[in-house]
């Protein structure tokens, strides 16, 4: 079996919040290694059941596999997380108790080398959450213009040098293409001025982050998620959310800020007509994180955040 390894990220927190009950339908829609769909299981015991999503194929192997004494209690799709409305809808589901999504990268494929997430290992540019299907990053650099490409690693990677690497990326590929991680790092690295690299943060961070969001479409699958998500959940059932960098967390806190409005008709209006009623509470006010003992036993775990809302 594949050592699919992932730690569940503030997982006393996500039951704390989701507060996961017998005969509840939860949906965990970045299922990884099982860790927080086996905790939301042990906690709706004897009948609650979960619907879980990854896209990643050796994810699912081992999920199945570790969640297998749960038997019928437990559903597992090959799939994103976007899907989740038709899924739910094959399944004969029309409302759920909670949802969870995870948005980190896992360990696993993060140390797996030939996945290519890795600026640190050298590897084929890939960085697809599901190896069989889509465009390859190395198919990104080596084909977009550079305009398109300093416009990806600029807003999905927040990276203030993104125009320079963009430059060097497609003076490098008329020699050859480019084909390996390494390759692409070196060039991210002779981009940066070397006085201008932060202490605390590899310089190709922000560039492979900005690929790896553009291949696996991250925050289409996210916005939609969300919605869909909201939606499919009964009153007083909850959505938990970890998030790992700006980008996503920005689009949680502006999705649950607008499914909490309710009325917007101008103050001078004297009887509402808008006929807008808020449609969750959001139970964080800020995003919560990652306690010490945790960052220290999981130094990835550093840059999470927590959001949750629940369904009036």
Known sequence: ?????????????????????????????????GGHSQQILDASRPDGTVIGFDRDEEAVGVATGRLAPYGCRFRLFNRNFAELENTLAELGIDCIDGLLLDLGVSSYQLDKAERGFSFLKDAPLDMRMDSSNGETAGHLVNNLSEKDLARIIRDYGEERWAVRIAKR?????????????????????????????????????????????????????????????????????????????????????????????????????????????????????????????????????????????EKL
């Open 1 to 33: 079996m594949v050592d699919f390894h992932h730690v569940p990220v503030m997982s006393g927190e996500v039951i704390s919040y989701l507060e996961p009950k017998p005969g509840g339908v939860y949906v965990d829609g970045t299922v990884g290694g």
């Open 169 to 309: 990326i497609v003076e490098a590929r008329k020699a050859a293409p480019l084909q390996t991680t390494l390759q692409l790092t070196d060039i991210i690295k002779g981009s940066i001025p070397r006085a201008k690299w932060e202490d605390r943060l590899h310089p190709a961070t922000r560039t492979f982050q900005a690929l790896r969001i553009a291949v696996n479409h991250e925050l289409e699958s996210l916005e939609k998620g969300l919605v869909d998500g909201i939606r499919l959940l009964r009153s007083g059932g909850r959505i938990a959310v970890i998030s790992f960098h700006s980008l996503e967390d920005r689009i949680v806190k502006n999705t649950f800020r607008e499914y909490a409005k309710g009325c917007v008709c101008p103050k001078s209006t004297p009887l509402c007509v808008c006929g807008r009623v808020p449609q969750v509470r959001i139970l964080t006010g800020k995003p919560v994180l990652p306690g010490n003992e945790e960052v220290l036993a999981n130094p990835r775990s550093r840059s999470a955040k927590l959001r949750v809302a």
